[in-house]
């Protein structure tokens, strides 16, 4: 995954498609009766939620949807096979949908802890894309080309792009005021501790050696100034 390069076009597609199929049927659940329906499946009667919630989570799904689409075609320089991107895809689905049920027929009122999430998913965000647009910027100077880059917010951890991802979730979830929607951003770090950091840093490892191991040894793995 690491490392092969290619433009991966039909794989992008797919994943860009099936996730904006994800943002309709977000919108169908929050705003034309489909939690209804849902919810009618096993037997359970629900209501439309707050129409504000409602409207912060399909903006959140939308920007994310954006975000991603601009990072597959603008900053993905690598080849991504279609596992990588069928998994993705299916997790795309779960965090929409699942945020939509959770969310989206809830009628208290926004307050502090939504607030919170709106904020939180704005930082995430700005994490996320900031810290891979200043390194894109930086592998575009000709000068750098074959260097570590280790500059920016990636000196505050060195997966800072996941922890962005972390945060950004972790609002997300806030927004839908249930608090069992937590559940799926902590199944996310444990994903990026467990599964992509140990695969991204035995690549980054080999690939620059010592520059990888200085830098590993002087800045956190996800959460900066803590792990």
Do not use: C
């Amino acid at each position: 995954m690491h490392g092969e390069y290619g433009k991966s076009f039909p794989q992008k597609t797919f994943l860009t498609v099936n996730h904006l199929i994800a943002i309709l049927i977000v919108g169908w659940l929050l705003f034309f009766g489909g939690i209804q329906i849902v919810f009618g499946w096993f037997n359970a009667e629900t209501t439309n939620g707050n129409y504000g919630r409602n409207l912060l989570l399909i903006l959140s799904a939308t920007i994310y949807f954006i975000r991603l689409m601009a990072t597959s075609f603008y900053l993905t320089k690598r080849r991504m096979d279609w596992d990588e991107v069928i998994s993705v895809a299916v997790w795309i689905y779960i965090l929409h949908v699942s945020f939509a049920l959770m969310g989206g027929s809830r009628l208290g009122a926004l307050g502090f802890v939504e607030w919170l999430g709106v904020a939180l998913y704005m930082v995430g965000s700005w994490l996320n894309t900031g810290s891979e647009l200043a390194r894109h910027r930086w592998k575009q100077n000709p000068e750098n080309v074959g260097k570590f880059y280790h500059k920016g917010l990636f000196g505050l951890s060195r997966h800072i792009n996941y922890f962005g991802d972390t945060v950004l979730f972790t609002g997300y979830a806030l927004i839908t005021g249930n608090p069992w929607a937590l559940i799926l951003p902590v199944i996310m770090t444990a994903l990026f501790i467990f599964m992509h950091i140990p695969m991204k840093e035995k690549y980054l490892s080999e690939r620059y050696g010592t520059d990888f191991q200085t830098y590993a040894s002087k800045t956190k793995k996800l959460f900066p100034f803590i792990y």
